[in-house]
């Protein structure tokens, strides 16, 4: 099938015409990292956060200047990061093993570290509902070595997906038949919750897809989890949906879009592999993609889909 787009893009699905522009290309905004995760977007400040994990770092991308900053050295190991409901940023510490908010006046607050009297692993990934409640994946890998985290025992012995209550502070196990979980993403309408499994890292022929989980009328549970995709370079890892329902996931190879059926319409051609990305920008049409050392964006003729639209 004809290209018919930059060599940024591969076409696979003639409906991946409809969501990248001929004429643009993947640009580099930065490299210099070992580990680039966790973007996050803060539209007040028309600047973008992500981590650095091993260099223990998190850095500061202005959209007005194009200059690079370090936003929090050290930074307690974070990977993922999301902006809440009020836009503080809410961040996953491996070397915290915790959720934490940083408020308007720059402190840090821990608002969740265990569950049920246990530490949690390393929280990973993070997203934040319409309703205030945080839902995050806690997967081992920051307490596996010293490179990304303090190396250390899990005290729970497996790896969930949580529900941080906005009212209660309590913390509820939503998902507990995962290997790894990982990256996390709710559809448009909150209907539907994406979750990454990299357990193929951990178990030999284990998981490396993404599934689809519906989320219950109450808001709080989930059910389901049929194998939405499976990544056929490297691993999936961290995901986000478009307005249209449609599924951006990091790959071993770039980024590839899924549309809500299932069917893999195109790819964003990176040349190194993507652990995470974001929608961002003005008009929040740009994906920013971290990708191992450098963080990339791209525009695209789609954008983030808004909490609970």
Not at 154 to 166: N, Q, T
Not at 228 to 244: I, K
Request: charged share 25%.
């Amino acid at each position: 099938m004809a290209n018919w787009l930059s060599d940024s893009f591969e076409l696979i699905d003639p409906r991946f015409k409809a969501l990248a522009f001929p004429n643009v290309h993947l640009e580099r905004l930065h490299t210099g990292c070992r580990w680039a995760e966790g973007p996050a977007w803060f539209a007040a400040g028309r600047y973008l956060v992500w981590s650095d994990i091993p260099n223990d770092r998190m850095l500061r991308w202005d959209d007005t200047d194009g200059s690079v900053s370090v936003f929090r050295q050290p930074a307690m190991n974070t990977n993922g990061h999301t902006a809440d409901r009020e836009g503080r940023l809410v961040s996953c510490e491996h070397r915290g093993r915790c959720i934490s908010r940083t408020g308007f006046d720059g402190r840090r607050e821990v608002l969740a570290d265990r569950h049920e009297g246990r530490c949690f692993n390393s929280p990973n990934d993070v997203v934040v509902k319409s309703d205030g409640s945080i839902w995050f994946t806690d997967p081992s890998y920051g307490i596996d070595s010293d490179y990304e985290g303090d190396a250390a025992p899990s005290e729970i012995g497996a790896s969930h997906v949580y529900r941080l209550d906005p009212a209660s502070g309590r913390v509820e196990i939503v998902a507990d038949d995962f290997v790894q979980p990982n990256g996390l993403a709710f559809s448009p309408d909150e209907t539907l919750l994406y979750i990454v499994d990299t357990g193929l890292t951990h178990r030999a022929g284990g998981p490396h897809h993404v599934r689809r989980f519906s989320v219950g009328a109450d808001g709080r549970t989930l059910s389901g989890g049929e194998v939405f995709a499976t990544c056929p370079a490297g691993l999936y890892d961290g995901l986000r949906v478009d307005v249209h329902g449609n599924v951006w996931l990091s790959a071993g190879d770039g980024v590839h879009c899924h549309a809500p059926d299932g069917t893999l319409l195109g790819k964003i051609r990176v040349p190194e592999t993507v652990a995470n990305l974001c929608f961002g920008g003005a008009k929040l049409n740009r994906l920013f993609i971290c990708a191992t050392t450098s963080l990339y964006a791209v525009y695209l003729n789609t954008r983030a889909a808004r909490r609970g639209q």
